[in-house]
């Protein structure tokens, strides 16, 4: 099995250590990454991202803790063998560009060849390749600060690539950036990961460039809390049975693990059907479901079946409790299309449309199926909190939380019981349409 290019185990940084300001940035970080993958630090501001990143870059030496690049501690070679790494096996962008204003487009990106001993002629044509490449190519003799935010930023990618480095860390890079020229630089970040195989890691707090990312570790206070694997891109880290867990089909899946995915789908939902019914009675409402799903019943078959009594093969369910259900089975599994036909999709430039117009499709069914009546500010919370669960950003805990919190910090300001309802119902709908093929 491939080993990681970048190991960190139990990572502690602290700053100003032994001083009255002293602060720990970073407790206990692991992460383990593959050489390829797209990986994304993501939280709020003052979580820990850059001081992780950094020390993955060799500058923030570890209280504890070890930080291995393709197999060697870094902190522990030499001085001189870790600007090595720092100049030929990392490139870096930074939110501010941090290009030298003085020096021309061109010079900035030839400048970090100078330490490999190219000469001029050939400093300049890579330079400039690069420069075309990246879009910039017809502004490589301008001094930087006569280039747009989004220009210089391109520059800087050029120049992060200039020395052909294997891994790229990119600070918060479209940070300052308006929303043409971020997707302009995103675009060509991903190039980098997808086209020329390079390992990205990127520091962001925007959720919606989440979905470039193989990975995602997500950081609070300092610890990385947890890991969301994106179920839309090929995964490069082996994923471990039972590992990275994002809905209820996947547990199920970890329980039942010779079950077909269609008999988890029944599974799941008959468990929601069924919150109050007998083990005999789940039993049979599972062959009942599944032979409804596949189409072998029709529904009134299916409520017929499902009122007929005990001894007759039925489950002795009220008729009026029958209807219901077959109206549920029918919408979950309809909505678990859209869901399913979301997650497949490969087209990036549609994900953010799509990911929203789905979000707003779920929306308008759980109000209904909830009767719910929302302010416009809640409705526009609720949306985001749904596309959030749905490409897996939020797990079922934090769904539930958000739903919970005040309208004015995104929430929709409901009871805890309410939540409940809402998580329970709406967890089946993401479980049916989910697609765990990458597993194997
Ligand atoms: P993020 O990138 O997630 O916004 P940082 O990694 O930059 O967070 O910072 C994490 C915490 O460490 C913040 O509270 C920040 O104030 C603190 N911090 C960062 N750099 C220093 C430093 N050089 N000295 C002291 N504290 C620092
Ligand atoms: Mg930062």
Redesign the pocket.
């Known amino acids: 099995m491939a080993k990681p290019l970048i190991v960190c185990r139990d990572l502690d940084i602290i700053?100003?250590k032994g001083k009255s300001?002293e602060?720990k940035?970073?407790t206990g970080a692991s992460t383990d990454i593959y050489e390829g993958e797209y990986i994304i630090?993501f939280?709020?501001?003052?979580?820990?991202?850059?001081?992780?990143?950094?020390s993955i870059q060799g500058s923030l030496p570890p209280g504890n803790g070890t930080m291995l690049i393709g197999g060697e501690d870094i902190y522990a070679i030499s001085i001189e063998d870790r600007v090595y790494f720092q100049r030929y096996v990392m490139g870096i962008i930074f939110q501010q560009f941090n290009l030298i204003p003085s020096l021309t487009v061109l010079d900035n990106v030839a400048l970090p060849m100078i330490f490999a001993n190219k000469d001029k002629p050939t400093r300049n044509r890579r330079a400039q390749s690069l420069l075309d490449r990246f879009g910039v190519g017809m502004v490589s003799h301008k001094i930087t600060p006569m280039l747009s935010g989004g220009q210089q930023q391109r520059v800087s990618v050029a120049r992060s690539m200039v020395n052909d480095p294997k891994i790229l860390l990119a600070?918060?890079p479209t940070g300052n950036l308006d929303s043409v020229s971020t997707q302009q630089v995103m675009d060509k970040i991903d190039e980098i990961n997808t086209f020329d195989r390079r390992t990205v890691i990127m520091?962001s707090?925007n959720a919606a460039h989440l979905s470039y990312a193989h990975r995602v570790y997500y950081?609070k206070d300092?610890a990385i809390v947890r890991e969301v694997v994106n179920p839309q891109r090929k995964q490069i880290k082996p994923v471990k049975e039972g590992e990275t867990i994002v809905t209820e089909l996947e547990q199920l899946a970890r329980l039942f693990p010779y079950d077909s995915i269609e008999t988890l789908r029944v599974k799941s939902l008959v468990n929601f059907l069924t919150q109050d019914y007998t083990f005999t009675q789940i039993e049979r409402m599972e062959k009942m479901v599944q032979s409804f799903i596949t189409g072998k019943i029709d529904r009134d078959t299916y409520i017929k079946m499902l009122t007929l009594p005990y001894d007759r093969g039925g489950v002795a369910v009220p008729e009026a409790v029958a209807r219901k259900m077959a109206k549920t089975s029918k919408e979950i599994l309809h909505q678990a299309d859209d869901i399913r036909r979301f997650r497949n999709g490969h087209d990036k430039e549609h994900v953010f449309f799509d990911q929203h117009k789905l979000a707003e499709r779920l929306r308008d069914h759980m109000l209904k199926a909830h009767r719910m009546k929302l302010s416009k500010k809640q409705d526009d919370n609720l949306v985001e909190i749904i596309a959030d669960r749905v490409v897996g950003v939020t797990d079922e805990g934090i769904f539930h939380e958000h739903l919970q919190k005040g309208v004015t910090v995104g929430g929709l300001a409901i009871t805890e019981k309410e939540a409940d309802d809402i998580v329970r119902y709406f967890e089946k709908l993401v479980a049916q349409g989910v697609d765990v093929s990458y597993k194997s």
Do not use: I
Request: proline letters at 0%.
């Open positions: 700053y100003n300001n602060f940035a970073l630090l939280g709020a501001s003052g979580s820990g991202k850059s001081t992780l990143m950094y600070d918060e520091v707090h950081l300092g």
